[in-house]
């Protein structure tokens, strides 16, 4: 009976032993290959050399929370790759016209060229000038709103009466051009709850896209749609593809062809967000030549109207 017992014991023993043996293999095998992927940093997965206990499981989750890491470094890689691009580029935007502008001044200086060459002179100047100021102007706002100092005041107003006067302003830009725009408002009322200085930027931002890389075609609507206010800008373009639509909305991005055209590409991105922020939807699509981006948001019901109103 003793013997039995000891024997029992010690079988015990044996297994606890090899057990504990199996722990500290597949800890130390999962060290060694912890360092390697910390040095080499590649997609290595961590494997078990003894599948004992839980230790699958285990491996599972970390192989799951590597992969996450991995996924993370690349998304801050491919940040800071386009963070550094976007400086360089915007740095080249703003250069490009300050320089323009001092060659035109300098030229001013000549005493003998023309007044009507110098009245010339001080208009580029001025466009020039114009262009920067344009620039910094939508660098400021969209760094405002990233760090959420802009505070938008929601108020219920008739959107459509300030689509069609903001929409005017622009409507010299578009023959200056040589187009002529189709604009299609609703003459239903549309009502929506915004911040109206942020909807008047979106309508601005859309305006000056549509200008700045349209070729033509411009059609410009404001509908009513079931319960959405619906906006529209449509262009014909010859530089935008169907794979950059994706990119569209993304801050500083801009096409080549976008460099040559004073753009900053924070525009659509200060659409997008004004747009989300106020509980509206921002997209853009691409049908033939035609490159349309939508903006839209929903309407308040009447007796919200009427309070408002009152």
């Known amino acids: 009976m003793l013997w039995g017992l000891i024997t029992i014991l010690l079988i015990v023993v044996g297994m606890l032993a090899v057990r504990l043996y199996a722990y500290r293999k597949q800890v130390s095998h999962l060290i060694e290959e912890l360092s390697l992927w910390e040095q080499e940093m590649t997609n290595y997965e961590l494997t078990s050399c003894c599948p004992i206990g839980d230790t699958p499981e285990l491996i599972m989750a970390m192989n799951q929370v590597m992969h996450k890491h991995k996924q993370l470094e690349a998304s801050l890689r491919k940040e800071n790759r386009i963070y550094k691009e976007s400086i360089t580029g915007i740095s080249h935007d703003i250069r490009t016209p300050l320089t323009s502008s001092k060659g035109y001044i300098q030229l001013l200086r000549d005493e003998n060229i023309p007044e009507e060459k110098k009245r010339e002179y001080v208009d580029i100047v001025i466009r020039r000038l114009d262009d920067v100021a344009d620039m910094l102007s939508q660098l400021f706002e969209y760094a405002r709103i990233e760090a959420g100092e802009l505070k938008l005041e929601l108020q219920v107003f008739s959107a459509s009466n300030v689509f069609a006067e903001t929409i005017a302003l622009f409507y010299e830009d578009f023959v ?114 035609y490159f349309t981006i939508e903006v839209s948001f929903y309407l308040k019901i009447d007796e919200v109207v009427h309070r408002n109103k009152n």
Do not use: W
Not at 214 to 234: M, P, Q, W
């Open 176 to 289: 200056k051009a040589g187009f002529e725009p189709q604009v299609e408002i609703s003459n239903e009322p549309c009502y929506i709850e915004a911040d109206k200085r942020a909807f008047i930027r979106i309508i601005e931002n859309l305006m000056k896209n549509a200008l700045v890389h349209g070729t033509g075609g411009y059609r410009i609507s404001f509908l009513r749609e079931d319960n959405k206010a619906v906006i529209r800008i449509s262009n014909q373009t010859g530089s935008i593809t169907e794979k950059e639509i994706g990119y569209i909305f993304d801050r500083f991005y801009t096409n080549d062809e976008s460099r040559s055209r004073r753009a900053t590409g924070l525009g659509l991105s200060i659409v997008k967000r004004f747009t989300e922020q106020m509980g509206g939807e921002a997209k853009a699509f691409l049908e033939g030549d």
